[in-house]
């Protein structure tokens, strides 16, 4: 057991579940419970929503794992997803930052059903989409929490996820969005701070020069730079299609865009995180991974991939530096963790039980249910988790393309396309997603190139479909109109500064 990095982590996790006590009395108290609980007051200002979707999008599947699946995987693979998320980050703002914050909603499945006629369809196939996709992507980082438990206290891998899994759900019942916000700005300047320090202490520790160190780390392994060695080139386009397209609507990063202040901000916050992520992305990538050859081969066999990192950050530092990297590596995974919980606990509790089993349900009813949620969901994916998939970046992966190719013809074209209507959008939803399910579970594919049949099969039959049947209504239109205004814009603006003052 390791009692220095067991006391620093300790001390975090606290930090965090006071948090959670902090913005449940905050939520308590306000007269606009919702508002705060889904989205944080929508008050959240660009420096602080750059580092909480940093927080939300920097997972333990990408810190913790990257340099371990780089090696397994290769470098093109990972530069590949890793681009295709610096693409997305800019696709986000330009296609649905300023529509969506304009909504006022609070969900992924409130847009749609607003923009879609209130149909009840969508009401439904939306939040089961986000149920499925969000649980598959919690397990991921459930996994990492619980390796990262495991090597701190000893412990075996189940108990420590169960330990941590526990952390989660408690201060995300607790305080919602307002807590995931507030966690997630320590979490992201944490995330920041110790991979800068990683990369700092891999240039002092530099066996030789640095040039000769990734030609002899290559030499080592072959497969390391090798395109299409581990992974068939379809696997790469998938992984950057899926990425480039997410943050559209990956719902733990699109609630990010509700809590801004205002659509100016909801751009900028998405532009900032997207050029640190991809900085400190590619810093792992090509400066940390060279390190895992100069391990001992026993040592790395008796450890999952995606620890390495760890492995690798012992030889730097002592016990103290260590249990400040490993809670930096807990709050990338916590980061994740708890967007993920609340995106799943809202799409139940507001999107169906709210918007479609008890509509009369009032605010306190409301929030009671999600947090009832919060705790089932994630105690049924814990014991999922206890016998995971092998690679976290691949099971992600996976996870954000079945969303994708559900939502994002829907999304995007119901923002842009006059024509696209109620019935084009429930045909493509099922079409993606089942479709996309098909491809994973049946046929023997390459790593996430389910994608790149189910994307493109959706957008076909949102536009065919579309194209055939009746128009939107006017009102609809209207709604089109209001999520493009300028006026929409500076009204919220104006709403936000009153709100300050």
């Not at 691949?394 to 829907?410: K, N």
């Not at 949102?462 to 493009?484: A, D, G, Q, W």
Request: charged letters at 10%.
């Amino acid at each position: 057991m390791r009692a220095t990095e067991i006391s620093i982590i300790i001390v975090y996790i606290l930090l965090c579940i006071l948090l959670g006590f902090w913005a449940q009395k905050k939520i308590s108290s306000s007269n606009s419970e919702i508002d705060n609980y889904y989205a944080a007051g929508r008050n959240i200002g660009t420096v602080a929503n750059s580092l909480a979707i940093l927080a939300a999008l920097g997972s333990g599947g990408s810190f913790m794992a990257g340099p371990g699946s780089v090696w397994q995987l290769g470098i093109p693979f990972l530069s590949w997803m890793t681009v295709g998320s610096i693409v997305g980050f800019a696709l986000a703002s330009i296609l649905v930052a300023k529509p969506l914050r304009n909504s006022k909603k609070v969900t992924v499945t409130e847009f749609l059903t607003d923009r879609y006629d209130g149909s009840k369809a969508i009401k439904i196939a939306v939040p089961i989409v986000i149920i499925m996709g969000s649980g598959m992507y919690l397990m991921s980082q459930m996994k990492a929490g619980g390796l990262i438990t495991s090597y701190v206290t000893g412990l075996s891998y189940e108990w420590g996820l169960v330990i941590i899994a526990l952390v989660f759900i408690l201060y995300v019942s607790m305080g919602g969005m307002l807590a995931v916000t507030w966690t997630n700005l320590v979490q992201g300047f944490l995330m920041i701070l110790i991979t800068l320090t990683l990369l700092c202490a891999s240039l002092i520790h530099l066996p030789t020069a640095w040039g000769d160190f990734i030609k002899e780390t290559t030499v080592q392994n072959s497969n390391l730079g090798t395109v299409g060695s581990t992974v068939p080139i379809a696997g790469y386009l998938g992984a950057f299609v899926t990425w480039a397209t997410a943050v559209c609507i990956t719902p733990h990063l699109v609630m990010r865009i509700f809590t801004s202040t205002n659509a100016r901000s909801a751009k900028l916050s998405l532009n900032i995180s997207m050029l640190i992520y991809g900085i400190l992305m590619l810093g792992l990538v090509f400066f940390i991974t060279p390190y895992i050859g100069t391990l001992e081969e026993t040592l790395l066999q008796s450890h999952a991939s995606d620890m390495w990192l760890l492995l690798i950050a012992e030889s730097f530092f002592g016990p103290i530096m260590m249990g400040i990297i490993a809670a930096g590596i807990m709050a990338a995974v916590m980061s994740s963790t708890d967007s993920l919980l609340l995106a799943i606990s809202s799409a139940v509790a507001y999107d169906l039980y709210k918007g479609v089993i008890n509509t009369k349900a009032d605010q306190k009813k409301t929030l009671w249910v999600s947090m009832v949620v919060t705790w089932f969901i994630g105690l049924v994916v814990m014991l999922l988790t206890l016998n995971p998939p092998q690679y976290l970046v691949v099971l992600y992966t996976g996870a954000v393309g079945f969303m994708v190719a559900a939502l994002f013809s829907s999304m995007v074209l119901g923002i842009w396309w006059k024509h696209a209507n109620v019935q084009g959008a429930i045909t493509s939803i099922l079409v993606g997603g089942i479709s996309f399910l098909i491809s994973f579970f049946i046929f023997d594919m390459p790593y996430n190139s389910e994608i790149l049949i189910a994307l493109p099969l959706s957008f076909l039959t949102m536009i065919t479909v579309s194209f055939y049947t009746e128009r939107p209504s006017k009102e609809i239109l209207k709604k089109m109109e209001n999520y493009h205004s300028n006026k929409a814009e500076e009204g919220i603006s104006n709403e936000s500064i009153k709100k300050v003052t």
